[in-house]
């Protein structure tokens, strides 16, 4: 099934209590489309980047069989930037700048070859820019899983309810379900988000695993304790690009498959974290990703 992800395609500045990177690649559906990749043959990608962008960077998501055909190139503009510091837990970080520049002004374009998408994630962006994709789709896909941050919440929360009265899923950390709701239980806030339209709301909490709910259920899934976590960022969309490619490659949007899907999730943003950047979800085997479902199988039997 095709899987159309649209979101910021980026240069990262990150420091951790480990180390420092210098404008490395990331944004959100940068990490999205790699992870989806593993699960689902035809991700198709929706974004915008400066003529700052490598070129060797759009070949390598090429390579892992992800369209970029969708991504605008902007002669003499600049990618989207992004700089974080996280605390010494690694649950926590402060955004030291958010440079928008060619996302400013994107107007997204949904090539032809992508319109039959059935399966459509809304990777961090902004809320506006999320709406006039599901409007430039001809079908409503069968599934529509969205993600925002803090940032959106900050500068357009009216934006941002008005998009999520148009998706299935809605994927956001702890502290922004209760940004959001206004909530400090998550059971609260998940009933105050479901009431402002996504039937299903994941909650991801960092090293603490995440909780699905939906059709009146709970389900947790842990996150795998891990000796190093070098840098996390990112691990949100690569959960959430596991998430949907997982749904979209066993075709079926039951809560049943829900939960399998929120393991793979899981399960690949535990890679996401042992190295800086995309680097080790760039480099992953099916033998990689089936013994860490495996561990995560074992960490919750009793
Ligand atoms: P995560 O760690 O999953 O929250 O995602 C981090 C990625 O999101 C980084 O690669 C950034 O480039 C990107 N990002 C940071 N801030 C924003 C924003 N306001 N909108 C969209 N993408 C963002």
């Known amino acids: 099934m095709s899987l159309l992800a649209v979101g910021t395609v980026a240069f990262d500045a990150i420091e951790t209590p480990f180390g420092k990177t210098d404008r490395i690649v990331g944004g959100a559906a940068t990490y999205v489309c790699l992870s989806a990749s593993y699960f689902t043959k035809n991700v198709n990608l929706v974004a915008v980047v400066g003529d ?3 070129q060797e960077e759009i070949s390598d998501l090429n390579k892992h069989g992800i369209s970029t055909e969708g991504l605008q190139i902007k002669n003499g503009e600049k990618s989207f930037f992004w700089a974080g510091r996280y605390h010494n837990d690694m649950n926590s970080r402060d955004t030291l700048a958010t440079e928008l520049n060619v996302l400013a002004d994107f107007d997204p374009v949904i090539p032809e070859s992508y319109q039959d998408c059935q399966y459509l994630m809304l990777g961090n962006l902004t809320p506006i820019i999320q709406q006039t994709v599901i409007k430039r789709l001809k079908n409503r896909p ?7 941050m803090n940032f959106w919440m900050d500068i357009a929360m009216d934006d941002l309810k008005e998009t999520l009265k148009m998706v299935d899923v809605l994927t956001i950390n702890d502290a922004e379900a209760r940004q959001l709701s206004g909530e400090f239980s998550l059971v609260k806030a998940a009933k105050k988000i479901h009431a402002m339209g996504p039937k299903y709301l994941v909650i991801k909490k960092g090293e603490h695993g995440a909780l699905l709910f939906g059709e009146g259920q709970i389900f947790s899934a842990p996150a795998l304790p891990l000796e190093d976590v070098f840098d996390p960022t990112g691990a949100g969309d690569t959960f959430a690009g596991g998430f949907i490619g997982y749904l979209a490659g066993q075709n079926s949007i ?10 793979y999730g899981s399960a690949l943003a535990s890679f996401c974290v042992e190295k800086f950047g995309t680097e080790r979800i760039k480099n992953l085997s099916e033998q990689d990703i089936n013994a860490r479902v495996i561990e995560f199988s074992k960490l919750v039997q009793f």
């Open 52 to 54: 700052d962008f490598p």
């Open 254 to 263: 039951s809560f049943e498959n829900m939960k399998k899907a929120v393991i």
């Open 142 to 148: 069968k599934l529509i899983v969205m993600d925002t």
